[in-house]
């Protein structure tokens, strides 16, 4: 029996050294991306401060723009969000910190059905979550026809400025803490706290000195993202009516010099500044774990077991803001569902009734009967239209679907290609500067990214070709790049974490056999990070399927996508004519259904070891068989 004899040499192809050829091909291509997608438009948006000329003089002014912006009313849009960043991180934590403690420290009555209204926030976040806090507490919203009904002297317009975005973002902020501080509060060893107690320590003490300080470095990370969310904040400012800084680049970008001074140099400027802060923030954070905060445990780890409250008043009172926490978690879910298969009339009134029971705002479409006066009614076709029915929103599903799955697969592609890199060259420099690089999206905000890509790529550049990517369907092409730029660092975490889990023996073995590189990286080691990578994947399309900041960025009527059809059912022009609430509803319900599933896939199937995945394959066997009546053929057997 001849055996293979393994060939551990470079292979070669007339007379070239193909690893070596790989390695040139690979390196020239980053750099070009690297430099040509993330730092050539930056670095432009940065000069273009510095470019305003004296239009008497013709001379370039360096601090022209800075001079003019500061003595203005610009720096309050900056504050506004400083401001907003800051009541943010005090009153997510504290609904945050509230809502994992009442689930699962201390012993509430349905905590399970209490963690899966506080998570609601998962499936549907952004701009369908705003829709759906606007459709109660709006000028024409549920609560506040009954609220005008109690207060008849009361403004429809209550529900507006910062206190509006402040409610409506701090519950949409606790997604992180329902998922990391839950999962840090479940790692704590009980055996800590059962010795806190046999020591004679009160129960809330227990939880201050205790439990707490288990929490804080999560607790620290969790602010510090939260306060980048606040700064960043882009959807409950433009519904609601507060002047932050990203809704005001938006809108400065697609001015010109006859609408306000510097425009263009005005909004890189701000996004410049809203850069510096994510820069100092994101270092911050990044010293704080470079230190390293470590709990001492016992050897023996034991399952944290929940804590009564002791106090019958303080019991009661617990449950009762769990439940009122809960209310207002679910009342825009519930209220949405149900006014998605009511028709216009009912959702106009907020007032749903059986006999106003219709699937129009999914499916299918009506012609309505405009009365004039003097006149027969003008009959328009199709007034009243599903959301897949209505070709608008059609076209922002599919486009928005196209555009999330190419870049999620794109971003999943790229780093799997480099992570390999990486763990290929350990301990190298080269390793630790394609690292940095991917890592590089997330010390600027998306705002920035996307502008720059806006006015660096708005004229035919050289650097691709001579092409304008942001005329026409080009940009699709611009906004799939952004799209996934953005989501490489997240990416990267997770699918470098994947790979630890590889045994390096296996690809010493595979080397020793003679395959190839990239043959190991195809059959050995991506079948094992595979169900990481479907992960990342699911989770990058399921945030970029709905997003709006960077489509907001890319104003054009060739880039209108989901969020963008969604934001324009909830203006109010929109909002009076036929069922525009309706299909606004029935598109919420819908993301949630996709957010749903793909979470479902991703922490419910996907987390399931072999030994369950057996387990619950073998209970569905023995139901099927119990069904059809086989088991009790084969016992009488």
């Not at 290929?424 to 999206?441: H, M």
């Not at 919420?588 to 259904?593: A, G, H, Q, R």
Request: hydrophobic share 50%.
């Amino acid at each position: 029996m001849m055996e293979k004899r393994a060939s551990n040499g470079p292979r070669k192809l007339g007379g070239l050294n193909l690893s070596l050829l790989y390695k040139v091909f690979g390196g020239v291509l980053f750099a070009y991306l690297f430099l040509g997608f993330m730092v050539m438009p930056c670095l432009n948006t940065l000069l273009s401060v510095f470019r305003e000329t004296n239009p008497k003089t013709g001379e370039i002014e360096p601090l022209r723009v800075i001079n003019y912006f500061f003595s203005g009313t610009m720096p309050s849009f900056i504050l506004n969000s400083v401001l907003l960043a800051v009541a943010l991180v005090i009153t997510v934590n504290i609904v945050g910190i509230s809502i994992v403690l009442l689930t699962e420290y201390f012993d509430i009555k349905g905590a399970k059905i209490l963690r899966l209204g506080y998570m609601t926030t998962l499936i549907y976040s952004g701009m369908a979550l705003v829709t759906g806090y606007l459709f109660l507490y709006g000028r024409d919203g549920m609560v506040t026809q009954w609220l005008l009904t109690v207060f008849p002297g009361m403004d429809n317009k209550w529900f507006g400025g910062f206190y509006a975005v402040l409610f409506t973002m701090t519950f949409a902020c606790t997604s992180n803490h329902a998922l990391f501080l839950r999962n840090a509060i479940r790692n704590i060893d009980y055996n800590t706290v059962e010795a806190a107690r046999n020591l004679g320590a009160k129960p809330f003490k227990v939880l201050l000195r205790v439990v707490m300080p288990t929490l804080l470095p999560t607790l620290f990370s969790l602010t510090v993202m939260t306060f980048i969310t606040g700064l960043c904040a882009m959807s409950a400012p433009t519904l609601l009516g507060y002047n932050s800084i990203n809704p005001q680049i938006v809108e400065l970008a697609g001015k010109t010099k006859g609408d306000i001074d510097f425009p263009q140099a005005q909004a890189a400027l701000m996004s410049i500044i809203l850069a510096m802060f994510t820069i100092i923030l994101l270092t911050t954070l990044n010293h704080y774990e470079r230190k390293g905060h470590y709990l001492s445990v016992s050897k023996t780890k034991a399952k944290l077991v929940k804590q009564k409250i002791q106090n019958p008043v303080a019991n009661v009172f617990a449950h009762i803001y769990a439940y009122l926490l809960f209310v207002i978690y679910m009342l825009p879910v519930i209220m949405i569902i149900l006014f998605s298969f009511q028709n216009y009339s009912a959702i106009n009134a907020k007032k749903p009734s059986l006999e106003a029971a219709t699937t129009i705002n999914y499916y299918g479409s009506e012609d309505v009967e405009i009365p004039r006066e003097g006149k027969k009614p003008k009959i328009q076709k199709n007034a009243v239209s599903g959301v897949f029915s209505n070709q608008d929103t059609v076209s922002g599903i599919r486009l928005s679907a196209i555009l999330a799955a190419s870049a999620a697969a794109l971003a999943c592609v790229i780093v799997v290609a480099a992570v390999n890199y990486i763990f290929k060259q350990k301990n190298k420099k080269r390793a630790v500067i394609v690292e940095a690089c991917l890592l590089f999206p997330w010390l600027l905000p998306t705002i920035l990214i996307c502008y720059s890509y806006r006015i660096f790529f708005n004229d035919k550049v050289w650097y691709v070709f001579n092409q304008n990517l942001y005329t026409g369907d080009n940009v699709r092409i611009l906004l799939i790049i952004a799209y996934t730029v953005v989501k490489l660092p997240f990416a990267l975490r997770m699918i470098k974490a994947a790979f630890y889990a590889i045994d390096e023996e296996l690809e010493d073995a595979a080397r020793n056999l003679g395959a190839s590189g990239l043959t190991t990286l195809l059959r050995i080691k991506l079948p094992i990070i595979l169900p990481s990578v479907l992960a990342v994947f699911a989770l990058n399309f399921n945030s970029l399927f709905t997003e709006y900041d960077m489509g907001a960025t890319f104003f054009n009527p060739s880039a209108v996508t989901y969020a963008r059809v969604i934001k324009a059912m909830a203006d109010p022009e929109v909002q009076n004519t036929f069922n525009a609430p309706g299909r606004q509803c029935a598109s919420t319900v819908f993301i949630m259904l996709v957010s749903g599933l793909i979470l479902y896939l991703v922490y419910g199937v996907g987390a399931r070891d072999l030994g369950e995945r057996l387990e619950r394959r073998e209970k569905r066997r023995r139901f099927w068989r119990k069904i059809t009546g086989r088991a009790g053929k084969e016992a009488k057997v």
